[in-house]
């Protein structure tokens, strides 16, 4: 069974903090999303990552993926309360490009102001 | 250009009930997927359909089933409702394909509660 395992599960911080959520597994994945949710809503898509050791930016967040294409990491900088969400990351296996996402079980993010 | 939607917004039925749930996905996408999420959870795979067949199933039971309509659009369908599938079904679509890197779109998702 493949497992995405993120950590923390719960992170609460104060606005203008930095923190780094990361999304772990034993196995290897084809490509591997970050994905924000808000209660009540769908997930979003905020990045796609491919290749082993890249890194992509998206504003004040940093995403990488591992060499070895089993782990990745979201850095954000100086967090405000509009980040506040679920982070989930997903990927999917092996060599597919179709099929499902598996998801990591989430990091539920508070920023306070 | 509509993004991924899906209706009912809410639903409320009671035990062994059956629900029928609707997606429609953004436009350009031929793939539909299905994912049942638990409040504080991931989502969890249900299972995909691409050219009005299912492509992969999770580890879901039978009484759940799906359809996909020549014009992309997909139905879920869960019979005999239990307590334990009250949650937030989410629809995702994705363009099959070299190159698409299984990037899934989702609705808002059907906040379903079985009483």
């Known amino acids: 069974t493949q497992l995405l395992e993120q950590s923390p599960q719960f992170l609460s911080i104060q606005e203008g903090e930095n923190l780094t959520v990361y999304c772990n597994s034993s196995?290897?994945?084809?490509?591997l999303q970050w994905y924000r949710q808000e209660p009540g809503e769908g997930p979003v898509l905020l990045v796609t990552v491919v290749t082993g050791g890249e890194v992509k930016k998206l504003k004040r967040l940093t995403f990488q993926f591992g060499d070895a294409r089993k782990d990745s990491s979201l850095h954000i900088t100086a967090a405000q309360p509009g980040d506040t969400g679920l982070y989930l990351c997903?990927?999917?296996?092996?060599?597919?490009?179709?099929?499902?996402?598996?998801f990591g079980q989430g990091t539920t993010l508070q920023v306070k102001p | 250009d509509a993004g991924v939607t899906q209706s009912p917004t809410h639903l409320i039925k009671t035990r062994g009930q059956q629900v029928t749930l609707r997606c429609s996905p953004k436009s350009g996408h031929d793939t539909v997927s299905w994912y049942q999420q638990a409040l504080g959870q991931g989502p969890q795979f249900i299972f995909q359909y691409y050219e009005e067949e299912e492509r992969q199933r999770g580890n879901f039971p039978d009484r759940f089933s799906g359809h996909q309509f020549p014009n992309y659009s997909s139905e879920l369908n869960v019979n005999a409702l239990l307590l334990g599938d009250s949650a937030l079904y989410l629809c995702a679509s994705s363009l099959s394909g070299i190159g698409s890197y299984n990037e899934q779109f989702f609705g808002p998702g059907t906040r379903l509660t079985v009483l």
């Open positions: 997903a990927a999917s296996n092996g060599s597919s490009n179709t099929g499902k996402l598996i």
């Open positions: 196995s290897v994945f084809s490509s």
